[in-house]
Structures are given as C-alpha cells and as structure tokens.
C-alpha cells in the first residue's frame, strides 16, 4: 500500500497492454501470472480467506494460463527449462538465481523437461513443443473450462519406481501404449502425507492423472486454487522433495 | 431535485465531520457502513469495531433560519462482538458490514445490522419519563417482604432525562456458511434477504430460528467456482422481486413467484466486453461490488472497479448510462493489483428523485454524476477543507503530461484514503460520505 505523503513511482508493467503474443505482452502475462501465484498462495495462509478475492484470483490465473498455452512454442525440439526471469519470479525478495537449490525453481523445471520428452516419446508425429510447467496442467483432460482439476481421492499406488514401469512401457512405443497416467500410477503415494487443505483431498491417495494435475509450475507447495478448504476435509501434503528424488532418477 | 454539478443552482457546503482527527487510526474506528433511515431524520455508521453510532437531525434553529440543522450523536450501541467458530477454528470479525433502517411503524426505530454471519434487529427508541412510587422497596433499595406491603400504591410518571435505549430484538444466527455482504428489507416490510458469496436467504423478520435460501450457486464440487455473489437487493416496489450481482460483472434478476429456489434467473443483465479494453484484469474489474435499486424501481445502479452503471430493468443486454469514476486508474491496474487495491469495494448511491448518483474514489475524493445535465463533479472530503459552510472546490486529476495549477497527478493519489461508503438523504440534498474513521456530512448552499 502507498504510504502516506510516499509518491508513488511508475512502475514498468503500468505500460499500454501490449499486442498479444508480443514478447512484452508474454512478459506482462508471466509476471501478472507470478504476482497472482504469491497473493493466492499468501491468502490461503490465512485462517479465512476472502473468497470472492480467491475466485477473481483463480479465474485470473487460469485465464492467464491458458493464453499462455495459446502461445506458438519457442523451440520444438529440446525440452529446455524455461528462463528464470519471467516464470519464476515471484517476489522481489525471492532467491531468483534458478540454478539454486530451491526446490520449487529445480521441481518445475525437471517436471517440465521430462514431460516434454515424455510426450516426444509417445507419439512422435506431434510436434512437441517445449512445455513450460502450465502446459502439463493445461492438457490434461476433464480440465474443465470453469474450474480447476484437482487431485482427487483414488486408488492407492503400489510403492514401485517410476523408472522401472516408465522403461519397458516406452519401449513398446506408439501412441496410448503409455499415458502419463500411468507412469504416475505406480509412484508411492505414501508419499503424501498430509493435505494442505488447498488441494481438497479427501481420504483416499491420488491417482496418477490427478497427481499429475496438482504438479505446480512455480510454488513450493500449494498453486492453482481450490476452494474445498472451505469444506471440512481432512489434510494431507505432498512431499515435492520425494517426488524429486523419483523423478530425477529417470 | 437541482442539479448536482458546480454553477448556480447547486454548491456542496461543509457542514460537519465527526469522528477523531488523529492520524494514527484505530482498526476498530473505521467506518465500515452508513445508511440513512427513510425519512433521514436518523443516520447510521457501523464500524469495524462492531459498535453502531446513530445520528440525529436537529430540527433547524428558529434564531438562525439559514442554517440546517445538524447531526448530532442519538445513540451509540455495541452491535457485534467478536466470535470464534470452534469447529473451524476461524474468528468472527465483528466488522458491521451493512446496517439497513426499516420503515417506522411505531415511535421506536428498528434496524438490521450485520457482520459476516449474524444478522441483528435493534430496537432504538426513548424514554423520557421514569416510573416512581414504588412501595415495592425499602428505602435502602432491599426488596420489601410481601407480607409486609399492605397498601397498593399505583406508580407516578416523572419526566426524566431523555434516554435513548437499543435493545436487541431478534438474533438470525447459523444460516450463513459464507461471509454476509449484504441485507435488504423488502416492501413488504415483513421479510428480508441476506446474501453471502454463494447464498441467499429470505428471512421473516419475526421468526429467527428459520430462513429460507432462494438461490444457491454453491457447486456440487467447490473446485468448479468461479464465480461469487457481490451484492443483492430486493425491488422497492415489488415485493416478489430481487437481484443479485457476481464477481463477473453480471446482475440476475429473480422473482420469487416462479420458483421456491431461484437458481433460474427470470431476467440477466450483462454488457458485452469490450474487446479493445480487454486486459488480465477484464475481469477483477468487471466484477460487481454494490447494486441499487432507483428509488423509482424502474433502474438499477451497479458498480463495478472503474465505472457505476444504470440499468434499465427492462433491457437487459446493456446499460443505458455507463459513468467513469476514475478512468485514468485503467493504466494503473498492474500496480492496483498488486496493492490490492484493485479489489477494493465501492458503495454507490441514488438521491432521492433518482435524478443523480454518487460514488467513492480513492484520496478521499468522490464522485457525483448529474443524470440528466451529463454533468459530473470530483469532490474531496478533508480536514482543510472543512470550515463551516465551506463551499467544496471541485477537483480534478490530470491524466496528461501537463499538471494544471490545483490539479493533482494520478501518481500523487493517496489510495489509502479510499470513499467506500456513502448516503444520499431520501429527501434533501444532504450527503453523508465516510472517510476511513471520520464522517463528512456535506449539503447544498441554501440560498
């Protein structure tokens, strides 16, 4: 908030919105989209959010997301991380060196890089655009236009590496032999622990698909909103340091 | 009505402010409501301190005919307390969101007060004359042994000071998820609503242990929301009638005769976007923070982050006024949002012929748009400009390169001074405008 008798200073996003699909436009969306990630995250670590600020929050932030998908991919054939700058910041006092051992900044990045092989892998006569972290969210299917896919309760996994049911099943190739689903199925999901309350879990362990759902490209533990805090559901949280370990592994 | 706009029918004078003149202001001293009741004889505030302060017109001085009378405090009452939800561990701010007059029926006023979830009827009335006589005691205040009182002794009216007493009359508890934004008493004077973001309920103002929801647009899964109710109000005239605003910009008009629960609009009232203003914040700003009914029934006021919009209840696809309140902060809408003052709720305001409407901005200034003339005024409501019967200089925001003498830049705006609340005087040209935790009461110039 501006002090009182503090002159405000211009800042540079005050621009005139840009063409969209400019790269000052891209610019503009990526650090409205990490401003709108910090106040969700901020308003959930309250002990009531405002739910009409959550809303317009959320809608902003899926609005964002999916123009952000509409976006024709920067580079199609190697499933680079996406640049620190714009992505990942998130506040100015923020660790912003993405190389760091933040876990969020290194999470999403290896998150992005092996889906984008992933999807490379399944069907070869796409082509595979460098997904940036929103993009797996983004196409999944049953994202309904109106709300946000979350981890729902689903059958418990068997405690078996990704590594081990990702090889053979790639091996066999073509399309719909392997889902990403799948290769989530198998994950421990004892790994999650305890629900944030964000995520509305319920008492049952998530499947692949919905694990897949709840990946955030930028926050450490809670992202896109959901307002089954509201409900009185229990809690369980995502252990993204384990996961890490998982998925680095492959 | 004379019109509102500067020049020689109309000038806004100073005419009084109360409240404290620190600048550091307590949380629980900020004005949260201000509702004047129907015949504007009584102004209301509630607070974020739970408290209700009441003003009272004093008739004008026969001595100095030239002047109104002024608002004086009538009654100060401890309407809300804070709470705690055990079961979700949450507290319960006791903030007054919305305080709404019923009409006077008897010598006694009565008003609805409201925080998130508990909807209180007060009963505000006077007593100037005291019973005494008693033979019921003795002189040392110990209560007399029956057996011992042997004459009836019938009580003597004395006049007293006068005592103006509110007493609670009915609580309307536990109907309420989700945080309360709005109450409206209905025409027929028996029954009234009561709005939270995903629910409205209609209650009878006699019975407190039942209400009934008439729209509910909670989804079946939460994780679908993506819209909220704002604002709601039932028609002036129509007691069957009510709208509803959203978080998307979009009012629904329902009416209660087609169905018990009124999910299925009868009438939806929405402005196409325009695609060449289109922004991230489409729509943050678009949605809908207070609507109000013209006191003719016939069109509906809506407000939303940068304009206040009059409907005509018979057109649906788009206003027939549309006014800009602050235009010039459509530039600044990254910044407002990441102050979040973008989020901010403005009240809007009819008069009473329907012939103007008033507004809050930031810097403590406010708005009045003249319906008929097109003319609009900015005025300011501080401390230096507060001499009695002070004429009030209109002001103005420079928006280009240029900064005009007594303008001021849209960058040297203080938006920690924001007019969310204001009230038009059902019958004259009195205003009163809430200014964090001071009340102006401006009126016109009485030539």
């Not at chain 1, 069907?123 to 709300?147: H, I, K, M, Q, V």
């Not at chain 2, 404290?20 to 509630?46: H, K, P, Q, R, W």
């Not at chain 2, 009335?125 to 004459?151: C, H, M, Q």
């Not at chain 2, 923070?289 to 939303?304: E, L, P, W």
């Amino acid at each position: 908030m501006i002090l009182k008798g503090q002159k405000r200073k211009l800042p540079q996003e005050d621009l005139e919105l840009a063409d969209s699909g400019g790269p000052v436009w891209e610019s503009q969306r990526q650090f409205v989209f990490s401003v709108s990630l910090n106040k969700y995250q901020r308003s959930q670590e309250l002990p009531e959010p405002s739910l009409r600020r959550s809303v317009l929050i959320a809608n902003t932030l899926r609005q964002m997301s999916l123009e952000g998908c509409r976006e024709p991919p920067a580079d199609m054939e190697v499933p680079e991380p996406p640049p620190p700058a714009g992505l990942l910041h998130r506040d100015v006092e923020e660790d912003e060196d993405w190389e760091s051992t933040d876990s969020d900044v290194s999470l999403s990045a290896a998150i992005s890089s092996i889906l984008t092989v992933l999807d490379s892998t399944i069907d070869g006569s796409f082509p595979t655009a460098p997904r940036s972290p929103l993009r797996s969210l983004e196409n999944l299917s049953g994202s309904s236009e109106g709300g946000v896919a979350w981890v729902k309760p689903g059958v418990r996994g068997h405690s078996v590496s990704y590594q081990q049911q990702a090889e053979p099943k790639a091996r066999d190739g073509g399309p719909g032999d392997v889902t990403v689903e799948d290769l989530f199925q198998d994950i421990d999901t004892c790994l999650l622990e305890r629900d944030m309350g964000v995520l509305g879990l319920g008492g049952g362990h998530p499947t692949g698909e919905d694990l897949l759902r709840y990946l955030p490209p930028f926050s450490n533990l809670k992202c896109l909103p959901s307002f089954s805090s509201f409900s009185p559901l229990p809690a369980e949280a995502f252990e993204l340091d384990n996961l890490m370990e998982i998925l680095v592994e492959s | 009505m004379a019109g509102v706009a500067g020049g020689n029918d109309f000038q806004w004078c100073f005419s009084q402010v109360k409240g404290a003149i620190d600048e550091d202001v307590a949380e629980a001293d900020i004005i949260s409501t201000v509702e004047f009741n129907y015949s504007g004889e009584l102004l209301a505030t509630g607070d974020k301190g739970g408290r209700v302060v009441i003003f009272q017109h004093e008739q004008e001085s026969k001595n100095r005919p030239h002047l109104r009378g002024e608002y004086n405090v009538y009654s100060t009452f401890q309407s809300h307390e804070p709470e705690f939800d055990y079961l979700k561990s949450l507290e319960i701010e006791e903030k007054i969101n919305k305080i709404r007059w019923l009409p006077q029926q008897n010598a006694a006023h009565f008003l609805l007060s409201t925080n998130d979830k508990t909807i209180k009827l007060w009963k505000i009335s006077e007593r100037d004359k005291r019973a005494e006589g008693y033979n019921l005691k003795d002189e040392d205040g110990r209560v007399r042994d029956p057996f011992r009182i042997t004459s009836l002794r019938v009580p003597v009216l004395m006049p007293m000071d006068l005592m103006v007493e509110a007493s609670p009359r009915r609580i309307f508890a536990n109907a309420h998820t989700y945080h309360i934004n709005s109450i409206s008493v209905n025409s027929d004077h028996e029954t009234y609503l009561s709005a939270d973001d995903l629910r409205i309920n209609l209650w009878h103002l006699e019975i407190t242990d039942r209400s009934f929801n008439i729209v509910d647009i909670k989804p079946a899964n939460m994780e679908e929301l993506t819209e909220v109710i704002t604002a709601a109000e039932c028609h002036p005239h129509q007691c069957n009638v009510f709208v509803y605003s959203s978080s998307k910009g979009t009012i629904r008009l329902c009416d209660m005769r087609e169905a018990a629960l009124c999910d299925r609009h009868s009438k939806f009232f929405e402005e196409p976007e325009d695609p060449s203003s289109r922004s991230f914040f489409s729509e943050i700003i678009s949605s809908i923070s207070d609507v109000k009914f013209s006191h003719s029934g016939r069109y509906m006021m809506t407000r939303d982050y940068l304009s206040v919009k009059v409907w005509d209840l018979n057109m649906e696809n788009r206003p027939v006024e549309t006014y800009q309140v602050h235009e010039y902060l459509r530039s600044k809408l990254c910044s407002l949002y990441e102050n979040d003052c973008i989020f901010d709720k403005f009240e809007c305001c009819w008069n009473g012929s329907d012939s103007a409407i008033m507004t809050g901005s930031y810097n403590n200034f406010f708005r009045m748009f003249d319906r008929n003339t097109r003319r609009d005024i900015t005025l300011e409501a501080s401390r230096e400009s507060s001499k009695p019967r002070a004429t009030l200089k209109p002001r103005k925001v420079s928006t280009g390169g240029k900064r005009k003498k007594d303008e001021i830049s849209v960058d040297s705006l203080d938006f920690n001074k924001k007019i969310l609340h204001t009230a038009w005087h059902p019958k004259d040209n009195v205003i009163a405008v809430a200014a964090t935790n001071n009340l102006y009461i401006f009126q016109d110039k009485i030539n």
